[in-house]
């Protein structure tokens, strides 16, 4: 009575166990399947038990189960993957077995016992991950943009071949070494603002990193850092860097454009008008004064219906010249537009404006240029000051500077006047 309730234990645990578990005879005939096996056969264990796998398996096309069947039998140990063709259903099942050779008390094989865990959906989703990685892989490795991974400390676990390539070293030497071990430390200083954001914040941060190149360039990138935690809940980061060289240093031109004047290269319009108003209430701040000259080129008009507007053109030019020279770094000048131009002189008075006015109209006049007739024209300026006061604004302050000017040119040009 006590042995068939053991063997009814045994059996209803075999049933149980979550893996097909078979017993078979030297000539591979089973004499035990639990019920996962005879499920799989579709069969009683009454029909299994006596038959062979060619009974339920195409061993033509399992030739390795019966191979390791065989060398159980032959007294090994084996351990591994199978693969078995379901002769009812057509499917193929993957296991994982494990078969043991059975001996009798004498030591004599008289048998095989055997585990198989079907092992199938996770051998799927494994070629499936790996076929996922390889598309990552290929698409991580052929993107137009820098990507990495670092932990907290800011040592790289992961990177792709466009950073091997800025570093200037393999990827192998780069992966498992802290930034600061690869980069100078002022540029690992300004990443790990970035990071330590990611890291607190647990949100993404975008924003403009700048990076040194292998040449000496120095690459604008913007820069995409995503926090990620890892398998074992470590925090980690990801990070997505495009170059925008191109775009920043485009932008710097069209900058470069808004504040210079194209003919002449000093100060647009716009740009010394702007720099003038922060100069006016600096020095209003300070308690101190700002000058500002209007200058109008003398006759203009004429030269350019005399000789044209190309030579009038290389007229403004040489005025600017020498203006910008004499100048030095006394002050700013633009061109507000055609002959007429602006200075700005900061922390001035009286006499520190009159001197650096007569220098400007002696370095003018000592500028001649040739005409296309061969004549030798001396260039010739009018100029008007004014010096501001406490309360003045920008506006007030030219336009004193214009009546000034205004009165230099009744006078008969080619001079200058600072406004009481």
Request: glycine share 8%.
């Amino acid at each position: 009575m006590d042995n068939k309730i053991e063997i009814f234990t045994l059996r209803n645990t075999l049933d149980h166990v979550g893996a097909y578990v078979f017993i078979k005879d030297t000539e591979c005939r089973y004499t035990y399947a639990n019920k996962m096996v005879c499920d799989l056969f579709g069969a009683s264990l009454s029909e299994v038990i006596g038959k062979k796998d060619d009974d339920f398996f195409d061993l033509r096309l399992s030739e390795q189960l019966h191979e390791n069947d065989l060398k159980a039998l032959a007294g090994e140990s084996i351990e591994g993957e199978e693969h078995n063709l379901i002769a009812s259903t057509g499917e193929t099942r993957i296991y994982w077995s494990v078969k043991q050779p059975i001996k009798d008390p004498d030591g004599h094989i008289i048998g095989l016992f055997g585990i198989s865990t079907d092992i199938t959906e996770r051998r799927r989703l494994e070629i499936e991950l790996a076929e996922q990685r390889n598309l990552l892989n290929q698409v991580l490795e052929n993107i137009d943009s820098y990507v990495y991974i670092k932990d907290t400390e800011g040592r790289y676990l992961y990177v792709n071949q466009n950073i091997s390539e800025l570093y200037g070293i393999s990827k192998g030497e780069i992966v498992g070494q802290l930034e600061a071990d690869i980069l100078p430390a002022d540029i690992v200083q300004k990443f790990s603002q970035m990071d330590q954001k990611v890291f607190e914040s647990g949100a993404k941060v975008a924003g403009e990193e700048v990076v040194p190149h292998t040449d000496g360039s120095i690459q604008h990138c913007w820069s995409i850092k995503i926090p990620i935690v890892g398998e074992d809940g470590s925090k980690r980061l990801i990070g997505i860097s495009t170059d925008i060289t191109e775009l920043i240093e485009l932008k710097n031109k069209f900058q470069a454009l808004a504040r210079q004047d194209d003919l002449t290269k000093v100060m647009s319009r716009r740009f010394i008008l702007e720099e003038a108003e922060l100069m006016l209430r600096l020095a209003q701040s300070r308690g101190e004064q700002v000058a500002v000259i209007m200058i109008d080129i003398d006759f203009l008009k004429t030269i350019n219906d005399s000789y044209g507007h190309g030579f009038g053109d290389t007229y403004i030019v040489a005025l600017a010249q020498a203006c910008t020279e004499a100048l030095q770094d006394s002050g700013l000048i633009g061109r507000l537009g055609g002959d007429e131009f602006l200075l700005v002189i900061p922390d001035t008075d009286r006499d520190h404006t009159t001197e650096i006015a007569l220098r400007i109209q002696q370095a003018v006049k000592a500028t001649k240029l040739h005409a296309p007739n061969g004549e030798l024209l001396q260039v010739s300026i009018s100029m008007g000051g004014a010096l501001s006061s406490e309360r003045m604004t920008l506006i007030d302050l030219i336009g004193k500077a214009d009546d000034a000017l205004y009165l230099t040119k009744g006078e008969g040009r080619g001079n200058w006047s600072l406004s009481e």
